[in-house]
C-alpha cells in the first residue's frame, strides 16, 4: 500500500511516498532517489513496483526546503549534497523502523539525477547495495562543493549501474572515470551500457 507520510528531517520537515508490502516479512527496504521531477507520477510508479516486489520503498522530496510550486529546474540549483545525505538518512530510519522491515536490509537506487543521489548516499552510510540508473553528474561538482565521486573511497556497497550509449549526462566517458575510480579504490561495482 502507497501513502505519502511526513517525516522530520536536517531543514524541516520530509514528505515521503512509502510503500510497505503486507504480512510479516521481514522485508528489505530501499531509498528511492527521485529524478528532476521530483515525487511525480513515474518515481510513484517505481516505489509501488518495488512494493509489489515485497521491498519496502521510500521516495524523499529532495525539494522540501524550497518555495512549494517551484520549477524543479530552479530547485535543483539549490541542492546541497549534506542536506541530500541527511534526507536519506531520514528515510533510511523511517523505513528500518516498520514493523516488517528486515534489519541492515538497506538499499538506495535512483534514476538520472536520483542516480547521482544514490552513489552520494553509498558514499555517506553503509547501504547493502546502491543502483545507479544512468546517474548524472556523479564526477561533477555542484556549487562549488566536491563531486561525490571525490568520496568514493568510503563506499562500503556494491554499486549496480545502467547507462545509455547516447545519453550525454552521464556520457560514456563520465561512465569510464566512473569505472575507473571505484576499479582503483577496489569497489566492487558492475556496470552495463546500451545502444539506442
Known sequence: MIN??????????????VGVPDGAGPFPTVVVCHHRWGLDKFTQSVVQRLNENGIIAGAPLFYHRRPAGEDSGEAMKYLDDEDIIGDIRATTAYLQKQANAKQGG????GHCMGGRHSFLGATAHPFKASVMLYGGGVNQSRNGKPAPLSRAR????PILGFF???DKNPSPSDMAEIDAQLTQLGKKHEFHAYDG
Open 4 to 17: 505519502t507520510v511526513s517525516i522530520d528531517a536536517r531543514g524541516g520537515k520530509i514528505e515521503v511516498i
Open 164 to 166: 545509455g550509449k547516447d
Open 154 to 157: 568510503s563506499i562500503a556497497c
Open 106 to 109: 538497506e538499499g538506495i537506487m
